[in-house]
């Protein structure tokens, strides 16, 4: 996998072209096209989790800020006991549910109420701490910086801190970037969690490489996608860039590749079916929705 820095510097070297109004086009026309790569494969690896407290008599709550589609939902009913939601799409049901406000410990569905919020039937009867679980698809981040490298990294294998020599790591500049150690002893990117001070920052997961000690390394913004994928993104700004430049062999070219791609993580990623026979194991992976196949769209 590769950096958004190293896509966009991809896509210069390809071109030729280095004026700086054409590396602002490539940086939005690569977000562009993540975002519409992802979109078709209906943000199979970057679907969220959230988790709301259920309220006394309160039918509506607020949905998380970046969510796009609500995949899955789900209440707590009781402890250790918790039932999916049947979902209202017909406004004019949702509705007549409603016409005499019912309340209950059992809720049985919801509707979504425009983009903001959620809509809970019955109305819950009693608080529940967490007790309202939303599996969706959020709005990709749309990348901006580039990779830091200055000064050195020292990282114990299975932990998760990762202390800095002559870094200036801060919360604004450098949360939620990747962090790749680039001495060849790991290729693996690891998300930064937290930065405590420009010295230190503390990684999602345990380091899985070997103990290292004043090695070079990289923090970069990267795409949440497989790593076979890096291309997608280039060639759509490419495919971009070629129109705008009048050059419609190229244009179609990185068209064609781009669209390959496409094509083919679809068939990879939105269908996990492969037998006819159902198991045990297929009814099990039913009460599990992060074992459920997406839907494309």
């Given at each position: 996998?590769?950096?958004?820095?190293?896509?966009?510097?991809?896509?210069?070297?390809?071109?030729?072209?280095?004026?700086?109004?054409?590396?602002?086009?490539?940086?939005?026309?690569?977000?562009?096209?993540?975002?519409?790569?992802?979109?078709?494969?209906?943000?199979?690896?970057?679907?969220?989790?959230?988790?709301?407290?259920?309220?006394?008599?309160?039918?509506?709550?607020?949905?998380?800020?970046?969510?796009?589609?609500?995949?899955?939902?789900?209440?707590?009913?009781a402890?250790?006991?918790?039932?999916?939601?049947?979902?209202?799409?017909d406004?004019?049901?949702?509705?007549?549910?409603?016409?005499?406000?019912?309340?209950?410990?059992?809720?049985?569905?919801?509707?979504?109420?425009?983009?903001?919020?959620?809509?809970?039937?019955?109305t819950p009867?009693?608080?529940?701490?967490?007790?309202?679980?939303?599996?969706?698809?959020?709005?990709d981040?749309?990348?901006t910086?580039?990779?830091?490298?200055?000064?050195?990294?020292?990282?114990?294998?299975?932990t998760?801190?990762?202390?800095?020599?002559?870094?200036?790591?801060?919360?604004?500049?450098?949360?939620?970037?990747?962090l790749?150690?680039?001495?060849?002893?790991?290729?693996?990117?690891?998300?930064?969690?937290?930065?405590?001070?420009?010295?230190?920052?503390?990684?999602?997961?345990?380091?899985?490489?070997?103990?290292?000690?004043?090695?070079?390394y990289?923090?970069?913004?990267?795409?949440?996608?497989?790593?076979?994928?890096?291309?997608?993104?280039?060639?759509?700004?490419?495919?971009?860039?070629?129109?705008?430049?009048?050059?419609?062999?190229?244009?179609?070219?990185?068209?064609?590749?781009?669209?390959?791609?496409?094509?083919?993580?679809?068939?990879?990623?939105?269908?996990?079916?492969?037998?006819?026979?159902?198991?045990?194991?297929?009814?099990?992976?039913?009460?599990?929705?992060?074992?459920?196949?997406?839907?494309?769209?």
């Amino acid at each position: 996998m590769i950096s958004f820095q190293a896509c966009y510097t991809k896509c210069q070297r390809i071109s030729g072209d280095t004026t700086a109004n054409v590396l602002t086009q490539f940086k939005e026309d690569l977000n562009i096209g993540y975002q519409r790569f992802n979109s078709k494969i209906a943000r199979y690896f970057t679907r969220k989790q959230a988790l709301i407290n259920l309220v006394a008599s309160q039918q509506a709550y607020n949905l998380p800020v970046d969510l796009i589609k609500v995949s899955y939902v789900s209440v707590v009913v009781a402890t250790g006991f918790e039932v999916p939601l049947i979902q209202i799409r017909d406004e004019d049901e949702w509705r007549l549910k409603n016409i005499v406000t019912t309340s209950s410990r059992d809720v049985t569905h919801y509707f979504v109420l425009g983009n903001d919020q959620i809509g809970l039937w019955p109305t819950p009867s009693a608080a529940v701490t967490n007790g309202l679980r939303l599996i969706y698809q959020p709005q990709d981040a749309f990348l901006t910086k580039d990779d830091y490298t200055t000064g050195t990294v020292s990282i114990t294998t299975a932990t998760t801190t990762v202390t800095g020599v002559s870094t200036t790591w801060t919360t604004a500049s450098h949360d939620a970037m990747y962090l790749q150690v680039t001495d060849g002893s790991d290729g693996h990117w690891y998300e930064v969690a937290s930065v405590a001070s420009t010295t230190s920052i503390t990684l999602s997961i345990n380091y899985s490489g070997p103990t290292v000690s004043a090695v070079t390394y990289k923090l970069g913004q990267m795409f949440i996608f497989p790593g076979e994928y890096d291309d997608v993104p280039v060639d759509y700004a490419l495919m971009r860039y070629y129109e705008a430049k009048n050059n419609p062999s190229r244009a179609r070219y990185h068209h064609k590749k781009y669209d390959e791609a496409v094509n083919q993580a679809v068939q990879a990623y939105t269908s996990s079916s492969t037998s006819n026979i159902i198991t045990d194991a297929d009814y099990l992976s039913e009460s599990n929705p992060w074992l459920w196949p997406p839907q494309a769209g």
